[in-house]
């Protein structure tokens, strides 16, 4: 009953509509008599989140709802096109124009698509009520369009604030509200995902970006009352935070906020891009369709948003125990009720015990010095982000906690990067410089294949601290064996600290990725993000196995590397996937692990999943991975 699962809705609804219909418009109005207005049907209802884009087997998921629906000889179905609007009170006769004519090529997709489920003597009709700017939302005759003849409703990507401006208590609204009441499946893509969840994410405020997303006051957050434009769809998911171009667009951390300061349940839906889900009744996904998968975040489960803090001089979300949750084409699963995973719709009500989680295997022994593992210090020449090397040892940095534990040895330092030649790379030589200026003896290396390894190694037997970085992750991976050859752990042990950066940071765990860092343009991380949630993801490696039972990914939030961390613990269950942010770092001793720097960083368990196998369409199906985040000197202690 949709008045005892959404009371407020209800009264919301009703009392919406007798407005619009006292209004005195000359218009037809939608219902004459409002308290005639259904507000329970025994059909199912249906939301189909799409991460974005407009692919055959997504809109082929929404289009097969609206069939099943159809009661006549032709399957209406509508386009809603306010998301594609840049104002949302004015638009010139232009500007209309050309978002019809858009719009029409996605309606020609989905009327295509839709005839391709049907046969004569059933026909498709989608159309695109022309519906732009909020005053259209309040015309009776345009909302007419939208009356119980309709089988489904899609809405378009573009911009969900202004879309919910236009829409937001409006008689469009209360048509899109009934028609969803009369289990008319809703659908949408990006922003037309967005919409879907009634505490609605609403993008980045400022100037920040996707690898800032732990950062408090960086997300915007509309969750504004039912009165409100600041809202999603009044009958969007209350249970459950929306996410968009999820995987795709690394914002796994950005969802973690948005969960954590969510009005309701703590409870966080992703699908990725050209991945759609099918929700039933606001309670079960009972499908996900398309390339690649959803997420999902609970933060119910184990209390994770009730404990969690923002932390650091960046104010970073630190929160532990997340369950974590990746559900690809298969019948792979969720209830938002009961916050359980599912398969073919039965609901798995166990939940893993985590009482004895540990890091212990943070820990070096007795007498070691300590080792700095990093996700990136000086950012090799990004000039947007770069520290200058001359705040390297700014108080907090991670040179600067180097710099003293090496000046502590009274020995030579050795920074070397990791290359293919015998040039050393200009990043190396800014360090040294600093390093020098700073009081130590430092001295250069180059290690690639052609290296004297035996002389390199007699070398490093006498310094008192090490710094290993590179840029490559392919050639770090490549050069394991070289690594290995220089006895790093018996010299570590021996009381030479050690620091291992970006691509020689990957290489210290059990299990390492070797997939090159993509480009820095947003299209070519998205271009890696995606497929690195496939089964087949064939960049997973043996690392160097310094610091057993992890893996170590560099640059995780900067280049949505979240993917990788997944397929390190997809192929290996017992392993921790640990993802450092640039400027952040771990540092372990026999006392265990702290972080290090300004920055973040994101942990992925595999230790107590339940499920771990390939979906139909190869992407990873998971089940009770864990997730935590930790920032700026805290202990690695989950």
Not at 98 to 107: G, H, K, P, T
Not at 120 to 145: F, G, H, M, Y
Not at 559 to 566: L, M, P, S
């Amino acid at each position: 009953m949709m008045g005892a699962r959404f009371p407020q809705l209800a009264v919301w609804l009703v009392g919406l509509l007798a407005a619009a219909c006292s209004s005195g418009s000359p218009h037809t109005a939608l219902n004459p008599n409002p308290e005639t207005v259904e507000l329970s049907v025994d059909a199912v209802r249906k939301l189909i989140p799409i991460g974005a884009d407009y692919q055959t087997p997504t809109l082929e998921l929404f289009a097969e709802q609206a069939v099943q629906r159809n009661t006549d000889d032709v399957v209406e179905l509508r386009v809603l096109l306010p998301t594609f609007s840049t104002n949302s009170t004015a638009i010139s006769e232009e500007e209309r124009q050309i978002n019809l004519e858009d719009a029409q090529v996605r309606a020609d997709q989905l009327q295509a698509v839709c005839e391709s489920l049907i046969s004569a003597p059933l026909t498709c009709n989608t159309t695109i009520p022309d519906i732009q700017i909020r005053s259209d939302a309040q015309d009776l005759a345009k909302v007419a369009e939208y009356d119980s003849s309709v089988d489904g409703v899609y809405s378009l990507g573009g911009d969900q604030v202004i879309a919910m401006e236009i829409m937001a208590n409006t008689p469009l609204e209360v048509a899109l509200s009934s028609l969803y009441q009369q289990a008319k499946p809703f659908g949408g893509g990006s922003a037309g995902a967005a919409i879907q969840s009634r505490y609605m994410i609403a993008g980045y405020i400022g100037d920040n970006f996707a690898w800032d997303g732990l950062e408090f006051g960086s997300v915007d957050l509309a969750y504004g009352g039912i009165q409100t434009v600041t809202r999603g769809l009044a009958f969007g998911l209350e249970n459950a935070i929306i996410e968009q171009h999820a995987l795709q667009r690394g914002r796994l951390i950005r969802s973690l906020q948005a969960v954590q300061r969510a009005p309701l349940a703590k409870i966080g839906l992703g699908p990725d891009w050209r991945t759609g889900v099918l929700i039933e009744d606001e309670t079960l996904i009972t499908e996900t369709k398309g390339y690649t998968s959803a997420f999902i975040i609970d933060q119910e489960t184990y209390g994770s948003a009730a404990s969690a803090q923002y932390r650091g001089s960046r104010a970073s979300l630190s929160i532990r125990n997340v369950g974590l949750h990746i559900l690809p084409e298969g019948g792979y699963g969720y209830d938002l009720e009961s916050q359980r995973p599912s398969f073919n719709g039965s609901v798995d009500g166990s939940v893993p015990d985590l009482s004895g989680r540990n890091f212990d295997f943070l820990t070096r022994p007795q007498g070691s010095a300590p080792v700095l593992i990093a996700g990136d210090l000086l950012d090799y020449g990004r000039a947007e982000v770069r520290i200058p090397i001359g705040d390297a040892f700014a108080p907090g940095s991670v040179l600067e906690r180097f710099k003293n534990l090496a000046l502590a040895t009274d020995k030579t330092t050795y920074v070397i990067s990791l290359g293919e030649s015998r040039l050393i790379n200009e990043e190396v030589l800014l360090i040294a410089k600093a390093l020098r200026g700073a009081g130590l003896e430092v001295k250069t290396a180059v290690l690639s294949s052609r290296t004297d390894m035996a002389l390199l190694s007699s070398r490093l037997s006498r310094a008192g601290a090490v710094l290993i970085t590179g840029e490559d992750q392919p050639l770090a991976a490549d050069l394991v064996d070289e690594l290995a050859s220089l006895n790093l752990d018996q010299l570590n042990q021996a009381g030479t600290v050690l620091l291992f950066d970006n691509a020689a940071a990957a290489t210290v765990g059990s299990w390492m990725t070797s997939e090159a860092a993509p480009a820095d343009d947003t299209i070519a991380k998205e271009d890696q993000a995606s497929p690195a949630y496939l089964a087949s993801y064939p960049f997973v490696e043996a690392g160097l196995g310094l610091v057993p039972g992890a893996s170590f990914e560099p640059r995780t939030f900067y280049d949505y590397r979240y993917g990788r961390q997944v397929s390190v613990v997809y192929q290996h269950a017992d392993t921790v996937s640990f993802g450092l942010e640039r400027e952040a770092a771990i540092e372990i001793t026999s006392n265990g692990a702290t972080v290090l720097g300004p920055s973040a960083l994101v942990v992925i368990d595999g230790r107590f999943a339940t499920l771990l196998e390939a979906g139909a369409n190869d992407g990873i199906a998971a089940n009770w991975l864990i997730l935590d985040t930790f920032t700026t000197n805290e202990s690695l202690t989950p």
